[in-house]
């Protein structure tokens, strides 16, 4: 019964993530992506619903499915339609989590047939697509914040500084450093990074990770914040 329902931690919140890869087209066939699977995005999704959250996903490209009646699934390909879905969206959540690999640049120009083999050499320009984790930092006012971090050198200064200019309550970095971890497999190692401390975990299932995510959360909005 209903009074069951509100006992649930995230009960009456709403919970915004991005997953996956962005593809940006080249021409009719070809894009630039990315190896993201969408994975950690998806059991952070499940994790939400199960706390009583309504969630609403937007992801890239992926074969993973998921239904629930109280998540909002929004597919996307490129990173203008997660960027525009999430803007949308942004001002009614209470929680908002990145965790896409969105491609920082798209192709200048979009061929509208497809290219043919002509030189030796080929060129494609690049423009910067937008930063929305950026952007909801710029926006951010009752919403808790959270972003990743892939290093692959000064790990957890980069994390820091990324942490600092999106505006954000914490930084998952994801560690490269143990096989297994990162992009693609089944497990993350992650360390949790706020403005003054950082929390290391071991390396774990992502369904795991996706708790220990939550948990964090759940320690922050659940001591004032929100
Ligand atoms: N992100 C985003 N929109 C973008 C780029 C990144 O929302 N256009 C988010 C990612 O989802 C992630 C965080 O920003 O949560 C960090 O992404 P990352 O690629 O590590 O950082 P960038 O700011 O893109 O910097 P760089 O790639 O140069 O390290
Ligand atoms: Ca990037």
Excluded: W
Excluded at 120 to 137: A, E, H, M, S
Excluded at 196 to 208: A, G, T, V, Y
Aim: glycine share 6%; hydrophobic share 35%; net charge positive.
């Amino acid at each position: 019964s209903r009074h069951l329902f509100k006992k649930m931690p995230l009960y009456g919140k709403k919970v915004l993530i991005t997953a996956g890869p962005t593809y940006e087209a080249i021409d009719p066939v070809r894009y630039i992506g990315n190896h993201s699977s969408g994975k950690m995005g998806y059991e952070m999704t499940k994790t939400a619903l199960n706390l009583g959250a309504k969630v609403i996903l937007i992801s890239g490209p992926t074969h993973l499915k998921l239904s629930h009646p109280n998540l909002e699934l929004v597919k996307v390909n490129t990173a203008q339609e997660m960027f525009d879905h999430a803007m949308q969206q942004f001002e009614s959540v209470n929680i908002a989590i990145a965790s896409a690999a969105v491609s920082d640049y798209r192709p200048k120009t979009y061929q509208n047939q497809k290219v043919k083999k002509t030189e030796d050499t080929f060129r494609i320009d690049l423009v910067k697509n937008p930063d929305i984790l950026k952007t909801f930092g710029q926006n951010k006012t009752h919403q808790f914040l959270v972003g990743f971090a892939l290093e692959t050198n000064n790990e957890v200064e980069n994390a820091k500084q990324k942490l600092a200019k999106k505006n954000l309550d914490f930084i998952v970095l994801n560690s490269l450093q143990d096989k297994g971890a990162g992009f693609k497999n089944d497990t993350n190692k992650i360390s949790i990074i706020t403005k003054d401390n950082i929390k290391r975990f071991d390396i774990k299932p992502k369904p795991e990770v996706a708790q220990d995510i939550f948990n964090e959360i759940l320690s922050f909005i659940s001591d004032g914040k929100d």
